[in-house]
């Protein structure tokens, strides 16, 4: 995939340098999506652990892995990363998952988010798996109604895990849109 640019909008393969925007921007839609009364040092601890530039490295380093970043003038705002292989945990679906659809909350309403999740359609499409899927909490009725715009169907409940701890997450399998 080269650079593509739609209103105003650039659209890249991720790059290995890129590791420490994805992670700094992951940290920053991770709390602010899912920590809402304050920081526990249980979460933090997690966030340190699993959200960091050598692990984003680690992801970008793998075959398995497909990273498109939503670029401006100034860095990165926005990414969706595939995983190859995964089949969901319930339901019907391509073993093909959306691991990550994350956009900066300043830019939400530009588009960013639904022309990152066409490109990685797109790719899915064209690797063989018209049928991705993907997991959100249960909690996060925006990005459940933001999928659902786009052509996907609950297909399932399955859980996120932090050490004991287990968070209710649907699982969305894509049907493509007739």
Known sequence: MKAERTCDITLRPARPE???SLAALSVEVWLGTYLHRGISGFFADYVFA???PQRMGEHLSRDSEIFIVSQ???GI???IRLSQGPKPPAG???ALEIATLYVQPRHHGRGLGKALLKAGLKRAA?????HPWLT???EN???IKFYQRQGFAITGRTHFKIEDQAYPNEILTHRPLD
């Open 18 to 20: 890129d590791a420490s």
């Open 92 to 94: 019907l679906g391509s």
């Open 136 to 138: 959100t909490n249960v």
């Open 126 to 130: 064209d690797l063989g798996a018209p």
């Open 72 to 74: 401006n003038i100034e």
């Open 77 to 79: 705002d926005g990414f």
């Open 50 to 52: 699993e959200l960091t």
């Open 141 to 143: 009725t925006n990005a």
